[in-house]
């Protein structure tokens, strides 16, 4: 094992928000710049989706099936040592589900300093800011307060999707942002461009001590997991709910998109990978706050027709009832 320490940084935000589009740009920067990058990518769903958009010769780790700060907790140290071991990257990019707390994650890093050549530098949140607006002035619910956890634990904050916001509004988010977290680094973006150099100036702060969270209201010992602390944070989103769907058959486009668009509002996130009776390429589709996007994909390995539906509290049942009526139509195979 190299004897060089290892920078981290952990990607919080929630779902949507614009964290795999940043991710992508920054493993650009480092890979141009002659240094080695390498993702530890966490999804809720059964199949990660958002890896693939990432470059397949950036060397990845995959955490499915659940949130790192729960049901996959512990398994974020061996998939650390695994990185270092085999792949000796420069750095690492631990990008996290939407529902996470960083709290847990950073909690998991620090332990896995204490016997890995890693250090953290730096806590990213990418807050989809007119989300977080709408949330503010209309329904200060679970969610709400779970991005507000997120915004606590970051040493660099990404105002994303701000030339939807007008400028009165836009003031208004970062003045809420900055009472919850007056020592962050605060950037509006667009696409979640930023100047990447930002990340270079933020391991100092990281990696010296405590973030501003950790020693703010939320402080706990470096090693304290007692159940108390770990039910906090499952709690946090424990209303948040997946439902992961295998085709069976191909789907028509339209009646998929017109499928997509009828989605209940408890239906906030939806992604996947699929393919269609009417077209000839396969498509990755990403679905946030009843907006739908389709890009044509070429995935890498065999992934299969799948899609992974996020929300609050909506019927699994009656998703699958519908996906099933779109399947009933075709008898073109899925691929497998």
Request: glycine share 6%.
């Amino acid at each position: 094992m190299t004897n060089k320490r290892v920078e981290v940084y952990v990607l919080s935000g929630f779902l949507g928000s614009g964290k795999t589009t940043f991710l992508t740009q920054a493993i650009d920067y480092y890979t141009e710049a002659g240094r080695k990058p390498a993702v530890i990518m966490n999804e809720i769903g059964e199949v990660n989706l958002d890896g693939q958009l990432i470059n397949n010769e950036v060397p990845m780790s995959e955490l499915l099936g659940g949130c790192i700060c729960c049901s996959s907790r512990g398994d974020l140290g061996l998939a650390l040592k695994e990185l270092i071991t085999d792949e000796q990257p420069d750095l690492i990019f631990v990008e996290s589900t939407g529902i996470a707390n960083p709290m847990e994650i950073i909690d998991e890093v620090t332990d896995a300093s204490l016997i890995f050549p890693l250090a953290l530098s730096g806590i990213i949140t990418v807050v989809d800011a007119p989300q977080l607006l709408e949330l503010s002035r209309t329904s200060r619910g679970k969610t709400f307060r779970l991005m507000q956890e997120q915004i606590r634990c970051a040493n660099l904050l990404l105002l994303n999707k701000t030339d939807l916001l007008e400028t009165a509004a836009m003031q208004e988010v970062a003045e809420l942002v900055q009472t919850w977290n007056p020592h962050a680094d605060v950037r509006s973006t667009v696409f979640s461009r930023v100047d990447m150099e930002l990340l270079e100036g933020l391991r100092d702060v990281a990696a010296g001590g405590p973030t501003q969270a950790e020693s703010g209201d939320h402080a706990h010992s470096e090693h304290h997991h007692d159940h108390s602390h770990e039910a906090h944070y499952h709690h946090s989103h424990s209303h948040v709910m997946a439902y992961t769907h295998f085709f069976e058959r191909a789907v028509d486009s339209e009646a998929f998109e017109q499928f997509v668009s009828r989605l209940p509002q408890e239906v906030y996130r939806a992604k996947g990978i699929l393919s269609f009776t009417d077209t000839a390429s396969r498509f990755l589709f990403q679905f946030a706050y009843r907006e739908m996007d389709f890009i044509k994909i070429t995935p890498q390995g065999q992934v299969p027709d799948v899609a992974v539906f996020i929300g609050e509290n909506f019927s699994r049942d009656a998703v699958r009832e519908e996906l099933l009526k779109l399947e009933a139509m075709s008898d073109m195979p899925a691929v497998k």
